[in-house]
C-alpha cells in the first residue's frame, strides 16, 4: 500500500494543474462529506440520549390505573422550528412593551 500511495504521490505531482485541480475538490468533497457525517451522527446521539430519558411518561386515567404514554420525540427541524418560535415571541414581546422612562431634573 505504501509503495502505491508514493507512487500516486508521484504521478500527482507530476500531472498538469486542472489534473490535480480535479484531484483536490475530489478529496475536500470527500473529507467534508465525512466530516459531515460524523457532524450528523454526533447530533442524532445527542437528541436521541435527550429523548430516552422522557421517552415515556406516567399518567393516571379516569380509573385511577396509570398507564405509560409514549410520545414521539421530535425531529431536530422541529426542535429548530421550536426555538426560532420562542425567540420570535420573546422579541415580539420586548418590542410591545410600554417603554417608560424616568426624567429626574439635577
Not at 490535480?20 to 457532524?39: D, E
Not at 406516567?58 to 421530535?74: F, R, V
Amino acid at each position: 500500500m505504501t509503495l502505491s500511495m508514493a507512487g500516486f504521490l508521484e504521478k500527482l505531482r507530476s500531472a498538469d494543474n486542472a489534473t490535480k485541480t480535479r484531484w483536490i475538490i475530489l478529496f475536500t468533497s470527500v473529507a467534508m462529506a465525512i466530516v459531515l457525517y460524523v457532524w450528523l451522527a454526533y447530533f442524532n446521539t445527542l437528541f436521541s440520549s435527550l429523548d430516552n430519558s422522557s421517552a415515556t411518561a406516567t399518567a393516571m386515567n379516569q380509573n385511577g390505573t396509570s398507564q405509560e404514554i409514549e410520545h414521539m420525540s421530535p425531529t431536530i427541524l422541529e426542535r429548530i422550528g421550536s426555538v426560532y418560535h420562542a425567540f420570535t415571541d420573546v422579541i415580539g414581546n420586548m418590542l410591545k412593551l410600554r417603554k417608560e422612562y424616568i426624567i429626574k431634573p439635577n
